[in-house]
């Protein structure tokens, strides 16, 4: 199994054939968006992984920011 760390302490597992497990995080607890934001969150970087977008790339990581900061700045 491979965890995947990304930005805002979201945690992506997988297993070895890249199907997904689970991903955690604390988007709401951390006061960084609302506990809706933060399930349509998770389910877009799953539906993500799940096609085949690679993750772990830095840009991917920027994206996260981007949207945290929009969320931040709405």
Same mark, same amino acid.
């Given at each position: 199994?491979?965890?995947?760390?990304?930005?805002?302490?979201?945690?992506?597992? +997988?297993?070895?054939?890249? $199907?997904?497990?689970? %991903?955690?995080?604390?988007? !709401?607890?951390?006061?960084?968006? #609302?506990?809706? =934001?933060?399930?349509?969150?998770?389910?877009?970087? +799953?539906?993500?992984?799940? $096609?085949?977008?690679? %993750?772990?790339?830095?840009? !991917?990581?920027?994206?996260?920011? #981007?949207?945290? =900061?929009?969320?931040?700045?709405?």
């Amino acid at each position: 199994m491979t965890t995947i760390n990304l930005p805002f302490n979201i945690k992506v597992e +997988l297993f070895d054939d890249n $199907s997904i497990t689970s %991903i955690t995080s604390n988007l !709401y607890k951390d006061g960084h968006c #609302t506990k809706k =934001e933060q399930d349509v969150i998770e389910c877009f970087i +799953l539906a993500q992984a799940a $096609s085949g977008i690679d %993750i772990e790339h830095p840009d !991917y990581s920027t994206s996260i920011v #981007t949207v945290m =900061e929009t969320l931040a700045n709405q």
